[in-house]
């Protein structure tokens, strides 16, 4: 999955990261079907964005000399 959202919610804010919930799903709608839930759930959501590009974080960096 190159393309997609994420999704961070947690229930109260200024929340602590142990009671996060941070979710990836696949397109448009899944994320609106998961920010409806939540939402029911009592969850605040915090951010939705989407994923346009994707480092590969197996590139060798070289330095400039």
Same mark, same amino acid.
């Given at each position: 999955m190159d393309q997609g959202?994420?999704?961070?919610?947690?229930? +109260? !804010?200024g929340f602590s990261y142990e009671d996060a919930?941070?979710?990836r799903c696949g397109s448009?709608?899944?994320? !609106?079907?998961l920010v409806n839930s939540l939402r029911h !759930?009592?969850?605040t959501?915090?951010?939705? +964005?989407? +994923?346009?590009d994707r480092i590969?974080?197996?590139v060798a960096i070289e330095e400039a000399e």
């Open positions: 959202y994420f999704l961070i919610a947690g229930k +109260t !804010e919930i941070i979710l448009e709608i899944d994320a !609106e079907s !759930e009592g969850y959501i915090f951010y939705v +964005t989407k +994923t346009v590969d974080d197996n």
